[in-house]
C-alpha cells in the first residue's frame, strides 16, 4: 500500500479511469463512462464504481483512486499462497515460497500500482483458479470460483468470464477427463451465484445504458508499450527476477506423453498459459499479470519439490536465471533503453535496480552451490522482494514522465468560473480528474486520441486557439515546448514540465 500516491495519473491508462470514477463520484450517471463531457467505452464498470467509492471514503487524490489495485495485488499474493496450501500435502514452505515469488515479480508490482482495472482483473481470476484448484478437497470452492468469475466479469468485462472456462476446458481436453468440467457446470450453488450476479449486472446495464454494452464487446481499451519490441520487453521484465526458474518448472510441469495425467500442476501451467497468451494477442499486455498467480504456485510446488532432494533442476533452474539476467539486464536493457526516451530518462534509476538483481543472482547462486536450502528459502525470495524497492523508484520515475500532475494541480488552483483549457496537440485525460474541467482538443490526430474515448471537443484547426484565445473570460494551453512557434499572442507562461508548456492568456 505504500507509495501508491507518490507518483501521477499516467495517461492514458490511469487518466481515463481516474477521470471516470471522478465524474460518477461527482454527481454523474453510474451507469455511463463520461470523462465530463466526453463519453468513454470500456469493460471496467465496477472498477470504476470501487473508485469511485474510494474517492468519497479518501479524498481526492490519486492514492484513493489505486487504493482497490493495491489491495488486489495483497489477494494476488494470498491466492497464490494458498493455492499450495492444499490438503494432503500440507507445506507451509512451498505456501510461502508461492507467496514471496508472486509478490517479487515486477509485473504484479506494476498493476497494483496503477489505476486501472487489470489489478481487480488478476485478483479475481486467481480466486477463481484458488476455488478450482482447492476443489479437490471440497466442492464447495467451486463456489468461490464461480463467485469470483461473476466479479473478474463485472470489473474487466467479458474476458473476466470466458477466459477461466477457457482454462478449464482446455484442461479436461488435454486430460480427457471431463469430471472437473463436469463439476465446474453443474454445481448448483456456484452456478446460481454466477448467473445471479452476472445477470442483474448485464441486465442493468441492458435497461438503463445499453450504449455501455456496446462498448464493453466491440470497443475495448488497450495499452501497449513502444510496439512489438516494447511489448517483448514489458513481458519480459515483469516476470522478473525468477526466469530461469519458470522456465525449468514449466518443462518440468509439461507433459511428456499421452494421454495426459490429471494433476494440479499441469492446471497451473494452462490456467498461466491461456492467460499470457491472451495477454499478448489482445495487446493488453498488463492482462499478463493474470497468468502471475498460477505461475507462482507452480514454481512455489516446483521449488519445494527440488529442495527434497533433486537438487540438480534447482542447479539448472539457478544456470537458466544467470544466464537470461546477466546479459539481458546488464547488456541489453541499457542499450535498448535509447530507443524509449520514457526509459533512457530513468537510467540513472536502474543502476540500483540492478545491484539488487545481482544480489538475488548472487544469493541463488551461493546457496545452491553450497547446498544450503533453508536459508535458500528463507534469503533468495527475500532478495526478490528487496529488488521491488529500487523497482519502486524506477516506476515512480517512469510514470512521472508519463504524468501532468505539476501542470493538473496548478490548474486546480487558477481555473475559475466558464473559464477554457485547451490542450494543442495533446490528449491527457487525466486533466479532468485534476481540475474537474473539460479540454479542448486541437489539432490531435484522430489516431492519437485517447481509446475509447468519443464525442471529445475537438478540432484541426488553429483558428480555434486564437477564438478562445481572445475571448474577455482567461484561457489556459497546455503545449508541448516544440510548438512554440505557432502560440497566439499575448502568451503568459504559467508554468513548464516535462517539456509540456502551461500558458494563459492573461
Request: some cysteine; aromatic content about 14%.
Amino acid at each position: 500500500m505504500h507509495g501508491i500516491g507518490d507518483h501521477g495519473l499516467i495517461d492514458p491508462v490511469e487518466g481515463v479511469n481516474a477521470s471516470i470514477a471522478l465524474h460518477m463520484y461527482g454527481g454523474g450517471n453510474y451507469l455511463m463512462a463520461r470523462i465530463g463531457e466526453a463519453l468513454a467505452a470500456g469493460t471496467s464498470m465496477g472498477t470504476w464504481w470501487l473508485m469511485s467509492f474510494a474517492l468519497k471514503i479518501f479524498g481526492w487524490g490519486e492514492s484513493s483512486v489505486r487504493f482497490f489495485s493495491a489491495l488486489a495485488g495483497l489477494v494476488m499474493i494470498l491466492a497464490a499462497a494458498l493455492a499450495n496450501a492444499s490438503k494432503p500435502d500440507m507445506s507451509s514452505r512451498r505456501s510461502w515460497l508461492a507467496a514471496s515469488i508472486c509478490a517479487g515479480t515486477t509485473l504484479c508490482f506494476t498493476v497494483s500500482q496503477l489505476a486501472s482495472s487489470h489489478a481487480l482483473y488478476s485478483c479475481f481470476t486467481a480466486l477463481a483458479f484458488l476455488g478450482i484448484v482447492r476443489s479437490k478437497e471440497s466442492r464447495d470452492w467451486l463456489m468461490l470460483s464461480h463467485f469470483a468469475i461473476a466479479f473478474a466479469f463485472i470489473f474487466h468485462g467479458p474476458s473476466g468470464f470466458f477466459m477461466p472456462m477457457l482454462a478449464v476446458g482446455i484442461y479436461c481436453a488435454l486430460t480427457q477427463d471431463h469430471e472437473l468440467l463436469k463439476d465446474f457446470f453443474t454445481w448448483p450453488a456456484g452456478i446460481i451465484i454466477n448467473l445471479l450476479i452476472s445477470g442483474c449486472y448485464f441486465s442493468l446495464l441492458i435497461s438503463y445504458s445499453p450504449q455501455t454494452v456496446y462498448f464493453m464487446f466491440f470497443e475495448n481499451q488497450s495499452y501497449t508499450f513502444g510496439g512489438i519490441w516494447g511489448t517483448i520487453i514489458f513481458a519480459f521484465v515483469g516476470f522478473a527476477p525468477f526466469h530461469g526458474f519458470f522456465l525449468q518448472a514449466i518443462y518440468e510441469a509439461v507433459p511428456k506423453k499421452f494421454p495426459v495425467q490429471k494433476s494440479s500442476e499441469l492446471f497451473m501451467l494452462v490456467w498461466a498459459c491461456v492467460f499470457f497468451i491472451a495477454g499478448l494477442c489482445s495487446k493488453d499486455i498488463l492482462t499478463m499479470a493474470a497468468s502471475v498467480p498460477a505461475l507462482s504456485s507452480l514454481l512455489g510446488r516446483r521449488l519445494d519439490r527440488w529442495f527434497r532432494g533433486r537438487m540438480n533442476s534447482l542447479r539448472y533452474a539457478v544456470m537458466f536465471n544467470i544466464l537470461i539476467l546477466v546479459p539481458v539486464f546488464f547488456v541489453l536493457l541499457p542499450l535498448t533503453s535509447r530507443h524509449f526516451p520514457v526509459m533512457s530518462e530513468s537510467l540513472l534509476s536502474l543502476v540500483p535496480y540492478e545491484i539488487t538483481i545481482g544480489l538475488f543472482i548472487f544469493a541463488s547462486w551461493y546457496y545452491t552451490k553450497t547446498k544450503q536450502i533453508t536459508k535458500w528459502a528463507r534469503n533468495v525470495p527475500a532478495a526478490a522482494l528487496i529488488c521491488l524497492m529500487p523497482a519502486a523508484g524506477v516506476f515512480n520515475l517512469t510514470a512521472n514522465l508519463y504524468s501532468v500532475r505539476d501542470i493538473g494541480l496548478s490548474l486546480r488552483g487558477l481555473v475559475k468560473g466558464r473559464e477554457a483549457i485547451i490542450q494543442d496537440g495533446l490528449d491527457f485525460p487525466s486533466i479532468y480528474f485534476y481540475t474537474l474541467r473539460n479540454s479542448v482538443l486541437v489539432d490531435v490526430p484522430e489516431s492519437g486520441m485517447t481509446p475509447g474515448v468519443n464525442e471529445k471537443k475537438f478540432a484541426t484547426n488553429f483558428s480555434i486557439i486564437e477564438q478562445y484565445w481572445n475571448r474577455k473570460s482567461r484561457v489556459f494551453l497546455i503545449t508541448p515546448t516544440y510548438k512554440n512557434s505557432v502560440l497566439p499572442k499575448n502568451v503568459y507562461p504559467v508554468i513548464e514540465s516535462h517539456k509540456i508548456l502551461l500558458l494563459s492568456n492573461q
